[in-house]
């Protein structure tokens, strides 16, 4: 039973990422908690390696059709370095209940920032080199990677735009790299955590992951991109809701 609703999760996750392009990842920490019952940093830990996947499965066919660079994505990453092992080393000493919370909340930043995106015409113009956002939007994400086991993405493509003036789409394929080492770096430094893992069931997540990701990237659903972004938005808010209130009304 395990195997199928592990396999299934991953093909939600892969389908969500072909349909849309990103966010699919961040359900996989709600699964790994209430479906298979791990704690909030074995959740956390076990999503770094299905973000990991689905990150370079994307940047691969992005980077044959040069829509990755990836000078500045070894920038992004390497200045973040640090905010990924803090966050990574935090991670074990971070009460369940402010984990927990926290990624709601980073739930909630990621549905406003689809929403904003369905919103908006990816052409816009936005003003350019503002170079002081690069250390700090990389030390962010780094943290953010580190503690919650999310890529991130939803802040590094608009940094990728406004600090080098890259287009949205040659972003959006560099954050996938960005992600993806980002990902492995966090799941390095948490070295520690790696036996509270079952790591059976994040294997096999992202199995159905690449599987549903291949299917849905071929698969028109004849429904806008927009409403799916906004749909998926309303989702995530909702999780993140029902979370929180799972939380604080469950007995200890």
């Given amino acids: 039973m395990i195997v199928l609703e592990a396999l299934l999760v991953g093909l939600a996750i892969g389908a969500i990422l072909g349909l849309i392009g990103a966010g699919g990842a961040v359900v996989a920490v709600p699964a790994f908690l209430y479906l298979f019952h791990f704690s909030p940093l074995a959740a956390t830990t076990a999503s770094l390696a299905v973000v990991a996947a689905a990150a370079a499965a994307g940047a691969v066919p992005r980077i044959r059709l040069g829509q990755v660079r990836m000078k500045q994505a070894l920038t992004f990453w390497a200045l973040g370095i640090v905010g990924t092992l803090a966050g990574s080393r935090l991670a074990p000493v971070i009460p369940e209940v402010v984990l927990v919370t926290g990624f709601a909340l980073v739930m909630v930043g990621a549905a406003a920032a689809m929403w904003r995106k369905s919103s908006s015409s990816e052409a816009a113009d ?91 990237s071929r698969w028109n659903v004849g429904v806008p991109r927009r409403i799916l972004e906004r749909g998926f938005a309303v989702l995530l808010v909702i999780l993140a809701g029902w979370m929180v209130l799972e939380l604080f009304l469950t007995p200890a």
């Fill in 126 to 216: 936005v003003p350019q080199r503002a170079a002081w956002l690069l250390p700090v939007v990389a030390i962010a994400v780094g943290v953010m990677t580190g503690l919650f086991g999310v890529g991130g993405g939803f802040l590094i493509v608009p940094a990728l735009v406004l600090v080098f003036g890259l287009p949205f789409g040659i972003a959006t394929g560099t954050s996938l790299v960005v992600v993806a080492l980002n990902s492995v770096t966090a799941l390095l430094f948490k070295f520690d955590a790696w036996d509270s893992v079952d790591w059976h069931v994040p294997a096999l997540v992202v199995v159905g992951g690449l599987v549903g990701s291949v299917v849905a």
